[in-house]
């Protein structure tokens, strides 16, 4: 959401907010519900963009790590991974655009960090994210600012 190219970082959100912001940590965190997943209402995806996009599930970031080839690229000066579906060839560009912790950017062209719509159930201060670079399924702190990668499932 925000970026005008696949190799822009775009906004950065914190969980359950749905605007960007200058800085990100805990006294600037405003969403204090603790739903198992996300509601529509709180989905920077949904709420930004509307019709059926939405932030994706941690099922689906698993889907798409496990049905589709992963190379690690740059592109215009960015890196990131190319994932390309195996089955029809459909690819999108994953950039390492780091995270924001207060205003500090960090991580930038080494690691992406992109929100699911799952809270973690064991630690409710974080969410399940796409970890794309070691971890695939990892945990984040909820305050600091992710990218988000948007899906648009058919009905």
Request: aromatic share 16%; proline share 4%; with cysteine.
């Amino acid at each position: 959401i925000g970026a005008k190219t696949p190799e822009n970082a775009g906004f950065y959100f914190a969980w359950g907010e749905t605007y960007s912001k200058s800085y990100y940590n805990g006294s600037s965190y405003t969403y204090t519900d603790n739903p198992t997943t996300l509601p529509m209402s709180a989905d920077a995806a949904v709420v930004n963009w509307g019709g059926n996009w939405r932030m994706p599930t941690q099922s689906e970031w698993n889907e798409l790590r496990e049905k589709c080839e992963w190379r690690w690229v740059t592109v215009n000066n960015v890196k990131g991974y190319q994932v390309t579906n195996r089955a029809n060839g459909a690819s999108i560009f994953l950039p390492a655009a780091g995270k924001k912790d207060g205003r500090t950017l960090f991580d930038q062209n080494e690691v992406g960090y992109y929100w699911t719509r799952w809270l973690a159930t064991k630690h409710e201060a974080k969410s399940y994210i796409m970890h794309v670079y070691s971890d695939w399924s990892a945990q984040e702190t909820r305050c600091y600012g992710l990218s988000v990668r948007a899906v648009c499932p058919k009905k």
